[in-house]
């Protein structure tokens, strides 16, 4: 297993920042996805990153650290419709390893 | 719309019961992928397929099964249902060329076994 640990649940307010972390211990991988799923719905891509680094994708970011077995997902100016479960996930050998997702409540 | 649609969108069966959960992927989608969803967990990898033959397989049992037809779409069959197997079963499919990111997921099927 790649062991992708992702906090169970967070709670934000309207408008604010919030910053999802996942860890994981492997021993490479292709790249690293970030997914967010609301109840019911398909798991929707949201960012990649393959090198070290922050991507930045409008509201949404996402940074990697190879050698620190690390990454966070960041969400500014949240909306009442970012509420939903969002997914860590490893691409290694031609599969998706998911973390359990993080489920965020956001409160006006 | 994502583009991929799976049926039924909610099932019921019986224990030792056999399922079949159906994925249609858009034309030129020749990747297809099948993940198992419990409850509060992420997606699991049971199999994918690539030009309608099994190029890679998660830890599951051999009463997972599936298949990919020329028109791009495809199925996972399940026999000897088991209570465990409860969970949302999600497809995913790209198409040549794309990238890891290329992936889109339908919907999913919801089973529950009884």
């Known amino acids: 297993g790649q062991n992708i640990d992702q906090p169970t649940e967070m709670t934000a307010t309207e408008g604010a920042i919030v910053q999802i972390n996942c860890t994981y211990q492997?021993?490479?991988?292709?790249?690293l996805f970030w997914y967010q799923q609301h109840a019911g719905e398909a798991p929707t891509f949201l960012s990649y990153?393959?090198?070290?680094g922050l991507e930045e994708k409008g509201r949404f970011s996402s940074f990697l650290s190879r050698s620190k077995g690390y990454s966070y997902l960041l969400l500014k100016e949240l909306q009442m419709k970012d509420s939903a479960s969002y997914l860590c996930?490893?691409?290694?050998?031609?599969?998706?390893?998911f973390g359990t997702g993080t489920s965020l409540t956001v409160i006006p | 719309e994502t583009g991929v649609t799976q049926s039924p969108t909610h099932l019921i069966k019986t224990r030792g019961q056999q399922v079949t959960l159906r994925c249609s992927s858009q034309?030129?989608?020749?990747?297809v992928s099948w993940y198992q969803q419990a409850l509060g967990q992420g997606p699991q990898f049971i199999f994918q397929?690539?030009?309608?033959?099994?190029?890679g397989r998660g830890n599951f049992p051999p009463r997972f099964s599936g298949l990919q037809f020329p028109n791009y779409s495809s199925e996972l069959n399940v026999n000897a249902l088991e209570l465990d197997d409860s969970a949302l079963y999600l497809c995913?499919?790209?198409?040549?060329?794309?990238?890891?990111?290329?992936?889109?997921f339908g919907s999913g099927t919801r089973l529950t076994v009884v």
């Open positions: 995913a499919s790209r198409q040549p060329g794309q990238g890891d990111y290329g992936y889109t």
């Open positions: 996930a490893i691409w290694a050998g031609n599969q998706f390893y």
């Open positions: 034309s030129g989608h020749n990747t």
């Open positions: 397929y690539y030009r309608e033959e099994e190029n």
């Open positions: 990153n393959v090198l070290d």
């Open positions: 492997t021993s490479g991988f292709n790249g």
